[in-house]
């Protein structure tokens, strides 16, 4: 535990609990050990590591180091890193909250004789939640050496933390997620990566997998009290963060599986005024939802990510398709391109599949993602980056859906193609190429067709780094206050930087706006060869 010292002038500073960590191919009786590393503001840190681990449920008699379920709000530890080098499970209806206990000075400890037991001294307390520390809880499983890693959350089963805490899920091979996960206010983090080590196993079953009872939810919430003078005290947080991050391999959920960020909800707040006390409604606005797949995304599950209230913001999402390493020249990876579809709606991809089963995304098309479902959803930002292409499929409206209208629309790909008519409308929408890797490419892939049509609006609308306008007949940009042309800073064959833009069409091109015009310092070329 931590310790204190109380000075002259009675200036408290205190101390935090200290580290222990426990890790072995075989480790047992941690429930029934006294681990502990309270501190008076401050705990510790708890890292155990074993080949199997089973947290909650039944003794399956395997030899995993098993947890029980109130193992996380034991000790006073402020992180919890918990490693199964195989495995690591969450029983199926196991329910898990990871809560900080604490040390507090009791009434006249500075009078208490020297010697005198700790637990005298300084209670273990657990305060109320709005007074707690935020937590860390870190669930992996994964051996680079042994190419192993398989992380489950069971059917039922809850994890949770405080408000405002962190959740870290991480396995190298596959991550099932079929119950619930929560950081109210906070953040979770889900991340598939093996790009390290030995690599066992099928890439097509190398999958980050929502079940259809999958549940994220870092909402915001409110915590609040009224304290002896009738005001509001404590705090309203807003919707948190949830990041799924598949560094390779694929992004999987089935129907039913829900993110959830949205904003808390209208909480009344009574604080002094000029006049005596005053009242107020407060709510929070929503979060944010990052989505990362190397190689592909199946995503039949649904978002919330409104604000708390009417005048609250609603959230953001960013969607990347990447493809790692497969630079022009490159051995020993597939060369074909990855392309992310945007269309009004999308049919369902997963049903009939279950976890282990190969994902079945081949050729170029890697994701297909339904705007309407997400502008219904309350997100106000929407970012969709893809390496290679990103294609707005034939009667594509995005923009139209959302009650209040979208704050902004980003679209980052070396080639951007529309197969139909097509309208992208925002107070800023901003297309562009601007991944630091691929600055040099202009996407020649895709249709050589010429009939589509990309019709776009907003305030501010901008073109940036090397871009190719692929399949349109003819592309309007219509900003009201500015369309802009944007350089992006690169390193030429010589080594120079430079601050270029190369925006190609196929089609005819048209800018109009309030100005028309390039950003500082950039060198830029608007081309529609024979148009």
């Known amino acids: 535990d931590g310790g204190a010292l109380l000075d002259e002038q009675g200036r408290l500073t205190a ?14 009786g941690i429930d029934g050990a006294t681990l502990q590393a309270h501190g008076l503001t401050d705990g510790g840190s708890l890292s155990l590591g074993a080949e199997r681990v089973q947290i909650g449920g039944i003794d399956q008699g395997d030899g995993a180091l098993r947890l029980s379920e109130d193992h996380f709000q034991q000790g006073g530890f402020a992180r919890h890193e918990v490693n199964g080098l195989q495995r690591l499970s969450v029983a199926d209806g ?10 507090e000075l009791a009434q006249g400890a ?31 499983a994964g051996d680079a050496a042994a190419g192993t890693g398989e992380l489950r959350v069971g059917q039922g089963a809850r994890v949770e933390v405080d408000p405002g805490s962190r959740i870290g899920l991480t396995a190298r091979n596959a991550i099932d997620i079929q119950g619930e996960v929560a950081a109210r206010g906070g953040r979770i983090d889900v991340t598939l990566d093996r790009s390290g080590g030995f690599v066992s196993g099928s890439p097509d079953t190398n999958t980050l997998w929502l079940g259809s009872n999958a549940r994220l939810d870092a909402s915001g919430i409110a915590q609040t009290f009224s304290n002896d003078q009738g005001r509001t005290e ?46 107020e409604s407060v709510a ?25 209230s009417s005048d609250q913001q609603g959230g953001s999402l960013s969607v990347t398709l990447s493809k790692n390493a497969r630079l022009e020249g490159q051995t020993g990876f597939d060369a074909v391109a990855r392309t992310m579809v945007l ?22 098309e890697r994701a297909r993602l339904g705007t309407n479902a997400l502008e219904a959803a309350g997100f106000e930002q929407l970012r969709f980056a893809s390496r290679d292409g990103i294609v707005l499929a034939d009667g594509l409206v995005l923009g139209d859906a959302s009650a209040s209208g979208l704050r902004e629309i980003t679209l980052d790909a070396a080639r951007i193609e529309s197969t139909g008519r097509s309208s992208l ?41 090397n871009l190719r306008l692929q399949g349109m007949g003819r592309s309007e940009f219509t900003g009201t206050e500015a369309v802009r042309v944007a350089g992006v800073t690169r390193t030429d064959a010589q080594g120079r930087l430079e601050h270029t833009a190369t925006v190609e069409s196929t089609g005819d091109l048209l800018l109009r706006g309030g100005v028309v015009a390039p950003t500082t310092y950039a060198t830029t070329t608007l081309r529609a060869t024979g148009r």
Not at 94 to 103: F, G, I, M
Not at 240 to 263: C, K
Not at 425 to 442: I, Y
């Open 284 to 308: 929070g606005s929503g979060g944010q939802v990052n989505l990362f797949a190397e190689e592909g995304i199946l995503f039949d599950g649904s978002f919330v990510a409104q604000g708390g």
């Open 343 to 364: 269309a009004n709606t999308v049919a369902p991809a997963t049903a009939g599949l279950s976890p282990g089963d190969a994902v079945p995304l081949v050729g170029e």
């Open 234 to 279: 404590g705090r309203v947080l807003q919707g948190g963060t949830v990041n799924l991050t598949a560094r390779t391999g694929y992004v999987v959920a089935e129907q039913g599986a829900q993110v959830n960020v949205s904003g808390s909800a209208p909480v009344t707040v009574v604080s002094a005024g000029a006049s005596g006390q005053r009242t």
């Open 425 to 465: 409308r925002a107070d800023a929408v901003r297309l562009g190429n601007n991944d630091a890797s691929n600055r040099g490419r202009l996407g020649t892939e895709g249709t050589s067709a010429t009939a589509g049509e990309l019709n776009v609006e907003g305030r501010l609308v901008e073109l940036a780094g």
């Open 15 to 28: 101390g935090q609990g200290g580290a222990i960590e426990v890790a072995g191919n075989a480790v047992h």
């Open 94 to 103: 196991a329910r898990h909250t990871a809560r900080v206990s604490q040390r």
């Open 110 to 140: 500075s009078a208490r004789p020297s010697g005198s037991p700790l637990d005298s001294v300084a209670p273990v307390v657990l305060k109320d939640p709005t007074l707690r520390p935020a937590v860390t809880l870190a669930l992996s």
